[in-house]
């Protein structure tokens, strides 16, 4: 069973779907490979559609590599990585699931391969063999967004409903089905998400997580700002701009006579995250990596620029936010390689337009207009990385995302809470929207921007 709050993982930078998705598979194959890994003679992992056609700029082979070692995402610091990449590429070996050394060679045992598995855009296959050659196991994965994983066969299930989450109380699969539980509950939606959380783990470990998913993305904000990495990592060689836009903010005295200077500060929180994601950094998938910047700066608008936010209100704010991610996730996508870019982005917004909505008062009405705005004027954009890399245009997309973020909370604060669009049917229609999108415009590299800027 997921818990609504695995929306949230603590990983690394840049890509949740292409480097923490790996990691989490490789993770799960040693897992598979249990005892028998003292066997194994050699591993292969290929890599299919957008993994292999944007796998490189989104470091997916490294994470494979990773994975395979056995370290989780949340473990994974800049020392432990750089010692696995040594062993790999300077000595032609690799510690598999961290217990068991092997012989590894880079170039004969990753593949990427452009054709599409038949489940998902982001397909990939583990085989470990023995000192014969003879296979020991095989499985594949897909990497569905925002470090889920699954197996072919849990991916096949008819019903995506576990039997767990259907004996849960307070389970919702709809944003009606949550209104409707709020309302016979008299709850908002972040008790509603609490009562169903605390089904299956204490009410402590909820709010600990919240915290502890609050103060990763605010480490990951001071990371981002304090940077003396000048240049992003990366063909296109991109300037990290967020230390720079703080050092003038600090110094500018003359803010105030700009009515739009608050944009200045959403734009360095947002890029701070983003830049931080794209530098391989510690990150908070939220709900993805690509998009990981769009809460934390509205978190950070919110408590530096509008009102004090204590343990209580931060705590709802996270909760909101991941109840509205979870019905994405549940009748739509989180995934750019299957929806386009309004997966990522305009999902984050979404989630940062709620939840922002409800810890400002708003009424549950209110909070699923804000989420619903928010999401309305994100259809159809799509996902076209320069240079198969998360940076143009994703991480301005996180600042823009979180702009529209705080403008549909806004508006429903000033509205009467009635509306001609549900969030119910704008979910819908960005996965109809999603899976209409030609493929180029999927995080494949192959259409739009990545196509026509060359780097
Ligand atoms: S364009 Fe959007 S969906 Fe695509 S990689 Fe960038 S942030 Fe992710």
Do not use: W
Not at 214 to 224: H, L, P, S, T
């Amino acid at each position: 069973m997921d818990s609504i709050l695995s929306i949230f993982k603590i990983g690394v930078g840049p890509s949740s779907s292409h480097t923490i998705g790996p990691i989490v598979a490789m993770n799960r194959f040693c897992e598979l490979l249990g005892d028998r890994v003292e066997l194994v003679s050699r591993v292969q992992v290929v890599l299919h559609g957008s993994l292999s056609l944007t796998g490189k700029g989104h470091l997916t082979d490294i994470g494979c590599i990773i994975g395979l070692c056995g370290l989780a995402p949340k473990d994974v610091t800049p020392e432990k990585k750089r010692a696995i990449i040594d062993a790999v590429f300077g000595k032609n070996t690799l510690n598999l699931a961290g217990r068991h050394e092997i012989n590894f060679i880079y170039d004969r045992d990753i593949f990427f391969d452009d054709s599409m598995l038949p489940l998902h855009e982001n397909g990939l296959i583990a085989r470990a063999y023995d000192e014969n050659n003879e296979l020991i196991v095989e499985q594949t994965y897909y990497s569905t967004g925002g470090g889920f994983v699954s197996t072919a066969q849990e991916l096949s299930s008819p019903d995506g409903q576990s039997l767990d989450e259907a004996n849960l109380k307070f389970d919702f699969d709809s944003a009606s089905k949550l209104a409707e539980l709020c309302s016979v509950h008299n709850c908002s939606i972040a008790e509603i998400v609490m009562l169903r959380e605390s089904e299956s783990m204490s009410k402590k470990a909820v709010k600990d997580y919240c915290l502890e998913v609050y103060e990763a993305m605010m480490e990951c904000y001071n990371n981002g700002i304090t940077s003396s990495e000048r240049i992003l990592p990366g063909s296109i060689r991109l300037n990290r701009l967020a230390p720079a836009i703080k050092k003038r903010l600090d110094t500018n005295e003359k803010e105030d006579m700009d009515p739009l200077a608050m944009i200045d500060y959403v734009s360095m929180y947002a890029r701070a995250v983003s830049e931080e994601n794209a530098s391989g950094g510690k990150v908070v998938t939220a709900p993805t990596n690509g998009a990981c910047g769009v809460i934390p700066a509205v978190l950070l608008y919110i408590q530096n620029h509008r009102f004090y936010m204590d343990e209580a209100k931060i705590i709802d704010f996270i909760l909101t936010a991941a109840a509205i991610g979870y019905l994405y996730k549940k009748n739509a996508s989180i995934s750019g390689a299957e929806a386009g870019c309004q997966a990522e982005i305009g999902v984050a917004s979404s989630m940062a337009a709620a939840a922002m909505a409800m810890v400002s008062g708003a009424s549950t009405q209110q909070v699923f207009n804000a989420a619903e705005i928010a999401m309305e004027h994100h259809l159809g954009l799509t996902c076209d990385p320069v240079g198969g890399l998360v940076q143009i245009p994703c991480i301005e997309r996180n600042v823009l995302g979180a702009i529209k973020a705080i403008s549909a909370a806004k508006m429903v604060l000033d509205g009467d809470a009635t509306a001609r669009v549900s969030l119910d049917e704008v979910i819908i229609t960005m996965y109809k929207t999603g899976k209409d999108m030609n493929s180029k415009y999927k995080e494949t590299s192959l259409g739009g921007l990545a196509k026509m800027v060359s780097c």
